[in-house]
């Protein structure tokens, strides 16, 4: 069962809850005249899906995305906005979230300090090819560059708008970053000096096989948050108390 895919995982975990949740919904007319409302349903179904999801240990982000699934579908049935209107939410959740059912990578966006900290990582004055994979909106990148001029830099992401915003970021601040709508999988790692990703602990696995097969010897891979349970990293930098603050280096 924990064999599962995530989708798969999360299909199960609201129809159970459902189920669950409508036993809740029947107990209190056995014993007290006594209806409860729709929302007080929704409110509990979530509840149930969300304790769930902790229970299966799905990633961080899938618990709240359970809790308000259902309160968010009857939200929008009151709300009775046109076919349009839903037409154009499901297109912009689309445009930013892509690929997300399939890699199981959300839009990660790195702060300040962990640009900062992968900066101290890189080599002052010799010449590199860094790229991140999952670039989002483009901040590590284009940092970047404003502080490793003989680097190039490169950015890539699937989903249609974040790549599209950091390209025009690049355009509109004059940056050579080059930023690609490609998936890393069909990358050759091998043309870079430092890899950098921000990604899900669902990607690392095989990225890391990746990293391993492809990218030459005395180059780093660099991960925000997420270690790889394979191999203890050569380097770690804490930003802040939690593993979510923490980068992990390998030399390879």
Known sequence: MTRLPVSLQSLVIQCTAV?????????????????????????????IAAGLSIAWRQPAWWPPLHFAFLPAVLLAQRIDAPAWFH????LLLLAFYWSTFRTRVP?????????????????????????D?????????????????????YG??????????????????????????????????????????????????????????????GSLFVSLSFAVDAQPPDRVVTLAEGARHTLYAWRM
């Open 107 to 131: 839009l990660y966006l790195s702060s300040r300090k962990a640009r900062q900290a992968l900066a101290s990582l890189l080599p002052q004055a010799q010449p590199l090819r860094f790229i």
């Open 156 to 217: 890539t992401e699937l989903a249609p708008a974040p790549w599209l915003v950091s390209r025009l970021r690049a355009w509109l601040t004059g940056s050579r970053v080059r930023f690609m709508r490609r998936d890393y999988a069909q990358l050759s790692l091998a043309d870079f000096d430092v890899v950098f990703v921000f990604l899900s602990p669902a990607a690392m696995p095989g990225l890391w096989q990746q990293a391993r097969s492809q990218m030459r010897s």
């Open 19 to 47: 189920l669950l949740a409508m036993l809740l919904h029947t107990l209190p007319q056995t014993v007290f005249p006594f209806q409860p409302a729709l929302w007080q349903f929704a409110l509990a179904q979530g509840t």
């Open 87 to 90: 037409l154009a939410a499901f």
């Open 133 to 153: 994979l999952g670039s989002g909106f483009g901040g590590v990148p284009c940092y970047l560059e404003s502080r490793f001029p003989l680097g190039r830099f």
